[in-house]
């Protein structure tokens, strides 16, 4: 589990440090937020990647709920809710807003680690090739074709287009993308992703009506246009 680095958010000193022990006793890294501006801001204004969420739904400044909106607008990463009401109502709520899985508190750490666990499995393993629509890509060739076609991509072409299939469907902001593509310590002009993008849609031909322009935040692969060709 090297190098998985998880996201603990809960107001409860004494909940973070038992997740945190159980999680690094499995050889999980952890950062620990204690109320939902923290979470927030650890999750888009760090340089570390987290690559799973635990989160409390009853917390000061933002309450959960606010949080995993916030992450869904912006990334599919596995969010674990925590909660101490355990009725149906709550349960469907967190799945509608993407919520990954549910745990009820006072809970087993050995049952929510084993439910982490299957998480981070699902999420880890390899995948060597990437398809929307027409559009494939071969991540270990770098190849990418269309219609069959291969089209010659840049690498940064090559890795905002796949930054879009990964997260597809979803506005992403050009600071979004600026800051995956370009890395966190990038600091340039947002319009480098106006660039870029202009450049990839024009490679991409009749599949270029895939990256939709999402007006006031930045752009989106529209799941929608997806079996137009």
Do not use: C
Not at 52 to 78: A, N
Not at 127 to 144: N, Q, Y
Not at 186 to 202: A, C, E, N
């Amino acid at each position: 589990m090297k190098n998985i680095n998880v996201l603990v958010a809960d107001d409860e000193f004494r909940i973070r440090k038992l997740l945190a022990e159980f999680l690094q006793r499995e050889g999980y890294k952890v950062l620990e937020a204690e109320d939902g501006e923290q979470a927030i801001d650890m999750m888009f204004n760090s340089k570390t990647k987290i690559d799973l969420v635990i989160l409390d739904v009853m917390m000061p400044k933002y309450d959960g709920w606010f949080v995993l909106e916030r992450i869904r607008e912006f990334s599919t990463v596995p969010v674990v809710m925590l909660t101490a009401r355990s009725d149906e109502y709550d349960q469907l709520k967190g799945f509608k807003l993407g919520a990954d899985d549910y745990v009820t508190k006072p809970f087993s750490p050995s049952v929510l680690m084993a439910r982490i666990n299957k998480i981070v499995k699902r999420e880890k393993v390899e995948v060597t090739d990437l398809a929307f629509g027409v559009i494939k890509m071969s991540l270990a060739s770098r190849e990418v074709f269309v219609s069959e076609k291969r089209i010659e991509l840049t690498p940064k072409e090559f890795e905002l287009l796949k930054f879009f299939i990964d997260n597809k469907g979803i506005a992403l902001s050009r600071d979004k993308i600026l800051n995956a593509v370009w890395n966190y310590d990038y600091f340039g002009d947002l319009r480098t992703v106006d660039t870029h993008i202009k450049q990839l849609r024009s490679k991409l031909g009749d599949a270029a009506n895939y990256i939709s322009t999402v007006r006031s935040i930045g752009y989106r692969l529209d799941i929608e246009n997806e079996n137009l060709h």
